[in-house]
């Protein structure tokens, strides 16, 4: 909190990495440097462990050492596996309320836990929840840092992340609320939006659990991905706010407009709706996730007769988009494939 209070210098950090909780049987470990471009984060990329199996880690920097975290490695691709346990959350709101359902988590047997966005709320402080945020609405690199240093300080998502492994991508919140590639909700330029969205992505990467090749370049960072568990499920995850085009119909909740339907509007950008059908298309996995971060299927707000009402920031707003995916599911058919969503506060 208030700027992380180290020194501008190179920190060496040293990690291992056991087969048991009291890091005894140590099986790796090394030392990396936490330098201050990256808030002294670390993010260690370990090879050469056994698949399908728990393991224990430790940090140590000078003489403190970290809590020890616990993490499980993946199946090998082709092995074949009985059974998966997951959890998704999503829109963790510190103002809105406790992180009780992350205490419950820490006590499941989960195999790995699937954030789909909103880890962090740009907005300042809101009076009336139980809690509120520690400054105004977050614009630079030391804001945004500083507002994930305030939602790791809760114990029980402290244990979420120390009990699993976690698989990420980020939502509008992150960033911006309802923000689109390069526009903002804010009446900001492009060219400040541009570096706001520099800021937190780089906070982003460095308190997240990202590889190193998640690492942003400026206002761009390569988050979707696929993960493969045995020949049981493959996880598509998805990045619907980088490369998505605007909102039609001026956003917000209401009858959809033509823009609605425009065959060029796109969720994911060109590139990434191709790297999805190609995975799909080729994947040998039992269940195929599509891991992503607003409602996907089509949601009707208005109860009563007369025009539907619709929300033109998830996939209602972009229907020949999901036609695209929809009709590709129906005439390729992966093997049974589920779209896991986050972003309404509802399930």
């Known amino acids: 909190l208030s700027g992380g209070g180290m020194p501008l210098v190179n920190v060496p950090v040293r990690w291992q990495v056991a087969l048991d909780e009291n890091m005894r049987q140590v099986v790796q470990r090394g030392t990396v440097l936490a330098t201050p471009e990256l808030a002294h984060s670390v993010h260690v990329d370990v090879r050469g462990l056994d698949p399908n199996r728990y393991y224990w880690y430790q940090f140590q920097a000078g003489k403190e050492a970290s809590p020890i975290g616990r993490t499980r490695t993946a199946p090998a691709v082709y092995d074949s596996i009985r059974q998966l346990n997951f959890a998704f959350v999503s829109c963790q ?60 300080t809760d114990t029980s998502l402290q244990a979420a992340h120390a009990a699993f492994p976690w698989i990420v991508t980020w939502d509008d919140h992150e960033v911006d609320n309802n923000y689109t590639n390069l526009s903002p909700e804010d009446n900001q330029t492009q060219e400040a939006f541009r570096k706001r969205r520099a800021n937190a992505y780089q906070a982003y990467y460095e308190h997240m659990p990202l590889r190193l090749s998640a690492l942003p370049k400026g206002a761009d960072a390569l988050l979707y991905r696929r993960l493969t568990f045995g020949n049981l499920a493959e996880f598509n995850v998805l990045d619907t706010r980088q490369y998505r085009t605007n909102q039609p119909c001026d956003d917000g909740l209401k009858p959809r407009c033509p823009g609605a339907f425009d065959p060029n509007a796109t969720m994911t950008g060109s590139q990434q709706e191709q790297w999805l059908r190609k995975g799909l298309d080729q994947s040998r996995s039992r269940w195929n996730v599509i891991a992503q971060q607003v409602m996907f299927a089509e949601y009707n707000f208005n109860s009563s007769p007369g025009p539907g009402i619709f929300n033109m920031d998830q996939w209602d707003g972009y229907v020949a988009a999901r036609n695209r995916l929809l009709n590709f599911l129906n005439q390729r058919q992966p093997s049974n494939p589920v779209v896991i969503s986050g972003d309404i506060h509802s399930s």
């Open 93 to 152: 709101d510190w103002q809105n309320g406790y992180y009780t359902a992350y205490r419950h988590l820490a006590e499941e047997n989960l195999d790995i836990v699937v954030h789909l966005g909103d880890y962090i709320y740009e907005y300042g402080p809101q009076s009336g929840g139980p809690r509120q945020h520690n400054s105004p609405e977050i614009i630079t690199l030391d804001d945004y840092r500083d507002r994930y240093a305030l939602y790791r």
